[in-house]
């Protein structure tokens, strides 16, 4: 039998306070008017914290009253943890002053560096798991926590290349650093699958291995599969695999919030919310059956940006 | 073994370089004097793809990605330029300014002033150039106008002394321009073709015509205003110096739509 029961001591563990909301959906701009209409039935909403630092107008206003209404969680981009760059102090102030205003679950980010002399890629780059990098990235979150004041959740990015000079696995990189910086983990079930696939590791042996009770949040995403590899596209349903990884690991980690990401051709709220409660089918290891998807010229999911509308521009 | 400051910068280089992760990264072995430079020294191959094909991956992500939010932010100046040449501008004005910022809203700022710079100067003020550049400026302020801040959320934005101040001169501490508020000067009507290139319509380029233009946000909503040279060049001088006084005489014309569009508050 493909399931069984996990007996895993350290799943009863409490980690860290962060209550449980639920089933969550990333809060995104096409959504905006029917959230504000409708003020739809969902657990807690997770918004990309870039997107509304040092923003006046519409996204700042339906910021403040999904806040008032809904659990928030903060999800990052740019905190790039594995660069040798300077850790930017303005933008970590910028990110606890927007904690503070939402009220914030937590803050997580990814596991990954986004630029190097002082440029952003905008892009979630990968670390070489080495000794070296290790230390590098501990000391860090250890620092950005201090800055923060609050533990901080890092999230596992798919990757589409990995370094000659790696001596560790990335289940044994994701647990030091948690265990040795104290921090929580944002375990995205679709980049262990997308990544397990690009590196030829057991996606399992990931999940098993990983400090669960340090598990805060799971995402589940839709990726592409490009022949020769898989892109993380964030761009459709969530694939059977994923589904099955994403039953075992809400086995370790029950305590653990889920959220849908979908960034590209985004659906329609309700059509997002059908798939989000996939997971109640998951969870009771009823396996959705949403079979692969090929595209052999998939890109990795666009970073999401709130764009003009041209409905919001007209001539006096 | 490489260290990891020297990896990151040779991986920046790879992924960044116009010619792609080969020459970037023998450029970047090079340029860092690395001992084990190349690709194969440093990314592990999967069993499908070489080591230069996954680096590749991240390249061709770079460009399309900021490439994205460029096509996104300028639809206006794609359709008078053009997919070929807007696609060309927009990867120079990338190779040249990289993102420095943790916002992508940054991104573009200075694509205007990389613009003027870049298309042919022309001395006449009404050459296509100039149409160009103005475009692409009116684009900018669009969106500083309706991300940035605004008079929705600022306390006291019913200013009731604004025309009121008894001495025949209205003072600064009466008078507080829209932080959402944008002026801008061209020589052609930039603002019809961009409002109908975003209703979807095929326009032909515009003829030469003075235009004076406000961008402000009201509610939420941003608006262009069309405005004759006198009030446009008295919203200068009030926005160039807030300290200035300013007669009620020259205000009176405009007070009324001010107030009621919030210009000033
Ligand atoms: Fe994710």
Redesign the pocket.
């Known amino acids: 039998m493909f399931f069984c029961l996990v007996n895993n001591p350290s799943s009863d563990k409490k980690r860290f306070d962060f209550p449980n909301p639920g089933l969550g959906l990333g809060l995104r701009s096409p959504h905006y008017p029917y959230i504000l209409q409708n003020q739809p039935q969902v657990d807690w909403f997770e918004i990309i914290s870039e997107n509304y630092i040092d923003i006046g107008g519409w996204a700042a206003y339906v910021l403040d009253w999904v806040a008032e209404r809904y659990p928030i969680a903060m999800h990052g981009v740019s905190l790039s943890i594995g660069s040798t760059d300077e850790i930017n102090v303005t933008y970590l102030n910028k990110l606890k002053s927007l904690a503070a205003r939402t009220r914030a679950l937590w803050v997580s980010d990814h596991l990954c560096w986004t630029g190097i002399m002082g440029h952003n890629t905008h892009d979630l780059l990968p670390m070489p798991l080495n000794e070296e990098s290790l230390k590098h990235v501990i000391q860090r979150v250890k620092m950005v926590q201090e800055i923060l004041e609050r533990p901080l959740v890092l999230?596992n990015?798919s990757s589409y290349l990995s370094f000659v000079d790696d001596t560790y696995t990335e289940w044994d990189f994701i647990t030091h650093v948690a265990e040795e910086a104290d921090c929580g983990i944002?375990l995205?079930v679709?980049?262990v699958y997308v990544s397990s696939v690009n590196h030829g590791f057991d996606a399992y042996q990931y999940i098993d291995n990983i400090p669960h009770h340090r598990v805060v949040q799971m995402?589940i995403?839709g990726h592409t599969h490009c022949g020769t590899h898989i892109i993380d596209t964030h761009d459709k349903q969530v694939t059977a695999e994923v589904w099955k990884l994403y039953s075992k690991a809400k086995q370790y980690c029950p305590h653990a919030a889920t959220l849908l990401?979908w960034d590209s051709q985004i659906p329609d709220f309700n059509d997002l919310l059908e798939e989000l409660h996939k997971a109640k089918a998951a969870e009771k290891m009823q396996v959705p059956t949403a079979s692969e998807f090929g595209n052999p010229n998939a890109h990795p999911h666009p970073v999401v940006m709130d764009i003009v509308n041209t409905e919001n521009i007209t001539l006096a | 073994m490489n260290n990891l400051s020297d990896i990151q910068k040779w991986f920046y280089k790879s992924i960044t370089h116009p010619s792609g992760v080969t020459h970037g990264a023998a450029e970047a072995g090079t340029a860092l004097a690395m001992d084990k430079g190349n690709i194969v020294d440093v990314i592990q191959p999967s069993d499908k793809l070489n080591a230069a094909d996954r680096l590749a991956i991240y390249h061709n992500a770079y460009f399309l990605r900021l490439y994205g939010v460029l096509e996104a932010e300028y639809p206006a100046l794609k359709a008078a330029l053009g997919e070929d040449l807007f696609r060309k501008f927009a990867l120079f004005f990338l190779q040249q300014n990289p993102s420095g910022s943790y916002s992508l809203y940054d991104l573009s700022a200075n694509f205007p002033g990389f613009l003027a710079q870049s298309v042919p100067s022309e001395n006449a003020e009404e050459s296509w150039p100039n149409f160009i550049i103005d475009l692409v400026r009116l684009e900018r302020l669009f969106q500083e106008s309706y991300r940035g801040e605004g008079t929705e959320s600022l306390p006291n934005t019913d200013n009731p002394d604004f025309d009121e101040s008894g001495d025949g001169q209205v003072k600064s501490n009466s008078l507080r321009i829209s932080p959402s508020l944008k002026l801008m000067h061209s020589t052609f009507p930039v603002h019809h073709y961009l409002l109908s290139v975003r209703r979807g319509e095929d326009v032909p380029l515009p003829n030469p015509e003075m235009t004076w233009l406000a961008v402000n946000r009201l509610n939420y909503n941003v608006k262009i205003y069309e405005l004759s040279e006198d009030e446009f060049l008295l919203l200068k001088q009030i926005s160039a110096n807030p300290e200035i006084e300013i007669s009620n005489e020259a205000v009176q014309p405009y007070s009324a739509k001010w107030l009621k569009e919030k210009f000033l508050y």
């Open positions: 999230e990015p944002l995205d679709n980049n995402h995403a990401e």
